[in-house]
Every structure is written in C-alpha cells, then in structure tokens.
C-alpha cells in the first residue's frame, strides 16, 4: 500500500485527496503499475512518486584482505593514495507528480504539459523545483475545491460556514525543500559514516586474519617464566 498523505474523513467515509508513494530504485513498468493502481482510487487529485537511488548502489569488497595488501603495496612504495571505496555515490531523489484533469482523469501516460511535474533533487544536483511547485499550488487548490463540494452536498453547512471554508486559501508551497535538502544531507552523511565503520571492520578482520600466524609464531618463542 502506497504511504497516505492527504485525506478527507466524513460520514459518508473516508476519501483519498493526495497520495504520496516512497520507492527505491524502482523499474519503469513498476513505477508506472503503481501510479496507475494509485490514479484508479476515487477522489484522489494529487498522486506523487517518490523514487530515491544511487547511481551505483554501494556493494562491501567481497575481498578485502586484496583491498589491504593493495593499500599495503601503495604505502610501500610512497604512494598516498587511499585504498578505502567511495563509501557514498551520487543520490538522487527524482519527485513525479500526477494531477487530475478538468474530468477528474488522470493521464499517466504523457510526461508532460500542466497536468505533470517532475524535478530532481539531490548531493550533486541543480534543484529546480518551479514547476511542480506551480503543479502542487494548483492540485492544492483543487483539493480545496473537492473538499467544499463535499461539505455542501454531504454536511449541510451554514452559508456562513461554506463561504468561510471556500476562501480558505492553500499554502503556496507546501514542500520546504531547502529544509528537506539539509535532513538528506545529514542522511547522507550517516550512510557515509556507517559505510566507512563497515569498510574498516572489514579490512581490520582481514588484517587480524593475516598476522595471526606471525603473532602467534612469535607468542611460541617467548621464554617461559621462572
């Protein structure tokens, strides 16, 4: 089930506005599965996809005592290069946003025009956000109105209540990427700090595994105590 961002809860049941669905380096035919299964639900105005991946995703050296003997060679021979792996390749989180039409469709099949935005965001990437932030105001706006709909056909309201509700305005921008870019980056740095912690506990392991036979070679020819 896709993570439930927005929702209209009533008497006459609880309906989806906004659905939010947060992926990992998911495959096209998967993707678009899913935005299609999300865009069937009814009511639904806005549907996200949130995919977030590693251009190349980080795999531990299967043999790190090869990765030690080779830092070993370079410190031998006066060279500083590191032997520890890029513990951290370029992320990138890629945002798509549906909107419904004027006949409450959906068209996921065309990546474009007012009905779609998509935007990247990421450690090495140009965040341009303009125009799923113009798409989001919009489908906000939207929401608005299916919400006074439902009131006024459902709840009964007042005028003064309906009128009050149907100048509710919607934030503008109801994402703080700025903000969302330092908690990536904190995440990122974590990612890099655990990596590291597994790289060096791995090439200590095989360190250990190298000199234990010299180490204990040695313990053999230590004199007994008197």
């Known amino acids: 089930m896709p993570s439930l961002f927005l929702e209209l ?15 990992s380096s998911q495959e096209e035919e998967e993707m678009v599965s899913t935005v299609r299964q999300m865009t069937e639900c009814q009511d639904v105005v806005l549907v996200s996809i949130i995919d977030i991946r590693e251009l190349t995703p980080y795999k531990l050296c299967d043999d ?3 990765v030690w003997r080779s830092g070993s060679d370079n410190l031998a021979s006066g060279s500083t290069a590191s032997s520890h792996p890029s513990v951290v390749d370029s992320l990138t989180i890629t945002i798509q946003t549906w909107l419904h039409d004027t006949q409450g469709k959906f068209s996921t099949d065309v990546k474009q025009g ?9 450690l090495n990437t140009t965040m341009n ?58 995440a990122a740095l974590q990612d890099r700090y655990d990596r590291y912690c597994q790289w060096h506990d791995a090439i200590k392991c095989s360190v250990d595994e190298i000199t234990e036979p010299e180490n204990q070679g040695e313990s053999n020819k230590r004199p007994k105590r008197a």
Request: hydrophobic share 35%; proline share 5%; with cysteine.
């Open 9 to 23: 809860q009533g008497p006459k049941g609880d309906r989806p506005l906004y659905i939010i669905d947060i992926v």
């Open 64 to 66: 790190s005592s090869d």
């Open 114 to 122: 007012q009905y779609y935005a998509c935007t990247k965001i990421g």
């Open 129 to 186: 956000t303009e125009h799923l932030d113009l798409l989001l105001e919009r489908g906000m706006g939207a929401i608005r109105n299916s919400i006074v709909d439902h009131v006024a056909q459902h709840c009964q309201p007042t005028d003064d209540e309906l009128s009050a509700l149907s100048q509710w305005s919607p934030l503008a921008c109801i994402f703080d990427w700025n903000l969302a870019m330092k908690y990536i980056c904190k």
